[in-house]
């Protein structure tokens, strides 16, 4: 069964401060790895993808990735209220001979005013 | 541009009855995914679509799902008959061909099954 996990939290942060989010895969031929947000009711909607090992950067929000750890986090500096939300980690497993993304079940992140 | 859109929002119906959810994938996009989401098994891919063709359907959950493509804009998932464990927001996604590309995502459809 190839999985993607993470906590779930809730993981509460103070505003202005850094939130790390974490993630595992069991599929070590991933190639691609993305992070979702997506805040109650709402569809999930992308913030980051990485491909390569090391540090992707985006305004407030950072991606790191390990493969050989088999380990992708986000960082949002400067976190906001409106950062409220869930985030899930999403992994391109090869399957049945095609490709698709396996979500995470997502990590709730509040920040605290 | 427009998004994914899909159709309806909402869909409240009785066990036993049938379910058709619909998907209109943005313009250009050759891959097309349904995704269920429920607080218990979060985001699962049900099956997906390259160039209208199914590729993966090992997620659908039994014989009472079924996905069609029958062109590049338009993609329904029936269930028939349904029951209240169907119940959870149905999601579809699209993307382009490049395997590194991402999904985006429609507003989904929370279906009640009761």
């Known amino acids: 069964q190839k999985e993607v996990e993470q906590n779930s939290g809730p993981l509460s942060v103070p505003e202005g401060a850094i939130a790390s989010l974490n993630c595992t895969y069991s599929d070590r031929g991933s190639q691609s790895f993305f992070w979702y947000r997506q805040y109650s009711g709402k569809s999930p909607e992308l913030i980051m993808f990485?491909?390569?090992?090391g540090d992707k950067e985006d305004g407030r929000f950072t991606a790191q990735l390990n493969k050989a750890s088999q380990y992708v986090s986000l960082l949002i500096r400067d976190s906001q209220p409106s950062d409220s939300a869930t985030y899930l980690c999403?992994?391109?497993?090869?399957?049945?001979?095609?490709?698709?993304?396996?979500f995470g079940k997502g990590t709730h992140l509040i920040i605290q005013p | 541009d427009a998004g994914v859109i899909q159709s309806p929002r909402h869909e409240v119906t009785e066990m036993g009855q049938e379910v058709t959810l619909r998907c209109k994938p943005i313009?250009?996009?050759?891959?097309l995914f349904w995704y269920r989401q429920t607080m218990m098994r979060g985001l699962e891919l049900l099956i997906y679509f390259n160039n209208n063709v199914p590729i993966d359907d090992s997620g659908m959950p039994e014989d009472r799902f079924s996905a069609k493509m029958p062109n590049a804009s338009f993609s329904t998932l029936k269930i028939q008959p349904s029951e209240p464990r169907d119940s959870a927001v149905y999601f579809c996604?699209?993307?382009?061909?490049?395997?590194?590309?991402?999904?985006?995502f429609g507003n989904g459809t929370r279906l009640t099954v009761t």
């Open positions: 313009s250009g996009h050759d891959y």
């Open positions: 990485i491909y390569s090992n």
């Open positions: 996604a699209s993307r382009i061909s490049s395997y590194n590309s991402p999904l985006h």
């Open positions: 999403a992994v391109n497993m090869w399957r049945g001979g095609a490709d698709g993304l396996t």
